[in-house]
């Protein structure tokens, strides 16, 4: 499956778990999926300045009776932690597509300590945490987790590996 | 700059007076107590924790609920923290969306210290910068009487300045689940 696929199959999977708000932090991994929600009549695509910001949203969406996602960066996750005792508290669904970076040929050391630390910090915050290391995996992961995140009413994160999304080529 | 006299719970209690079915959205802190003082309401969502969020839970109600009308009544200090939500909820231009500032210039549950307001920011300056096409400033009661039909019809800003004073505590319910479960099901979304 090439990568322009699993991405298409994400996107299908979400329009199928009735996602019609998409908060998101500009990200490269992210790009396809978030051009399709701008490009889709049933989904709003919501830009955000910071990511914790798309928790509160999601929470609001589900008070509203809509389901909600969240697409990131490793990088973000940091940021989200204190903002995850909202769907815990209240027992609401949280889903988040993460794209890892730090990981596999990271060029920028910068992008290292929250990737590493990414799935301890979500795991440790309550958060289930599922990975995806191939593309064939990607479509089916998002279903399970969606499937979790609403039917369970949990937080649920799906990491999508650097090596999957292809690590960032700053050096020609 | 200049301080706010307005007595909060009487702010309060005229914005929620007749609330009918607006969706009420209050930020940590005094908000909270604020609001479920002017009455309980299956419809009032309120944070007790989650600082900064309560804008964008409100963009989310909003968007979801085009055909109802949301409110979030929220401090100085809580507003501060999410400052960058005033960017992402102008970025959509939701029309039934209003948020109401109670600005005493403190943050009142962690000893009263003064806020960014009472230094030198403008929130009402820093959401028009933002987008937001309405803000306005209350700085008296009739003032206040004057915005709470327009919160409810318009997309409207508002910082309204009251008075740092502490109230008598009033404790609203504070169980996230119940409190999520019973909004949801007041404005007839079924259980999943």
């Known amino acids: ?172 | 700059m200049s301080e706010g006299v307005l007595d909060r719970r009487a702010v309060a209690a005229t914005l929620l007076k007749d609330a009918g079915d607006l969706l009420v959205v209050t930020g940590l802190g005094s908000t909270t107590y604020d609001a479920g003082a002017a009455g309980d309401r299956d419809e009032n969502f309120y944070l007790w924790g989650a600082m900064g969020g309560a804008a964008m839970i409100g963009l989310g109600l909003a968007l979801a609920q085009p055909n109802r009308r949301v409110l979030v009544m929220t401090g100085d200090g809580e507003m501060l923290m999410g400052m960058g939500s005033l960017a992402s909820v102008t970025a959509q231009r939701p029309d039934n969306l209003s948020i109401a500032i109670f600005d005493n210039a403190r943050f009142g549950e962690t000893g009263a210290q003064r806020s960014h307001t009472a230094y030198s920011t403008d929130l009402g300056a820093v959401a028009a910068a933002c987008g937001w096409r309405d803000t306005v400033q209350a700085r008296t009661m009739a003032e206040v009487e004057a915005l709470a039909p327009r919160l409810r019809t318009e997309a409207l800003f508002a910082v309204i300045k009251i008075s740092a004073d502490e109230v008598p505590r009033f404790l609203p319910p504070r169980d996230g689940a119940q409190l999520a479960s019973r909004f949801r099901r007041a404005i007839g979304i079924p259980e999943p």
């Not at chain 1, 399709?36 to 049933?42: C, G, I, P, Q, R």
């Not at chain 1, 815990?88 to 596999?104: A, D, Q, Y």
């Not at chain 1, 910090?121 to 064939?136: C, I, S, T």
């Open chain 1, 1 to 172: 499956m090439t990568e322009l696929k699993w991405q298409a199959a994400v996107f299908a999977e979400l329009k199928r778990a009735g996602i019609r708000q998409v908060g998101y932090v500009p990200d490269a991994g992210h790009a396809e999926l978030i051009e399709a929600a701008h490009a889709d009549n049933d989904m709003r695509a919501v830009v955000l300045t910071t990511e914790e910001e798309g928790i509160a949203l999601a929470a609001g969406a589900w008070l509203g009776g809509q389901r909600s996602v969240l697409l990131m960066q490793s990088s973000g996750v940091g940021n989200c932690i204190n903002m995850l005792s909202l769907p815990i508290n209240c027992r609401m669904p949280f889903l988040t597509l993460v794209t890892m970076r730090g990981e596999w040929g990271e060029f920028n050391p910068w992008q290292v300590p929250m990737g590493s630390a990414t799935p301890g910090v979500l795991e440790r915050a309550g958060v289930h945490v599922h990975r995806v290391d191939r593309p064939e995996d990607a479509a089916d992961t998002v279903v399970a987790a969606a499937s979790l995140a609403f039917d369970s009413r949990v937080p649920v994160a799906v990491l999508f590996s650097q090596r999957l999304i292809g690590a960032k080529v700053f050096v020609k």
